[in-house]
């Protein structure tokens, strides 16, 4: 599947997903609108998404070593 239209579709949807409610958060962060309390509640979020990802990085299996992609683009 690696390389293929389907593995890429696959990749887009992950990062979509992963991204999608990081983003947001960040966003609201970053709008400097919110008391005290809700700025706290922000950063739990933020820390909970980051700490889903993270976790989604560390279940992918090993990268290819790098003379694999030397040797591939000689």
């Known amino acids: 599947m690696r ?7 696959e990749y887009e949807a992950t ?5 999608r409610i990081l983003l947001q958060v960040t966003d609201e962060i970053a709008s400097l609108a919110w ?10 979020a933020f820390s909970a998404e980051m700490s889903r990802e993270l976790r989604a990085l560390a279940a992918l299996p090993p990268a290819e070593p790098a003379a694999t ?3 591939l683009a000689s």
């Open 3 to 9: 390389g293929t239209s389907a593995a890429f579709a």
């Open 15 to 19: 990062r979509l997903d992963l991204s």
């Open 35 to 44: 008391t005290d309390a809700e700025v706290q509640s922000l950063h739990r």
């Open 69 to 71: 992609w030397t040797r």
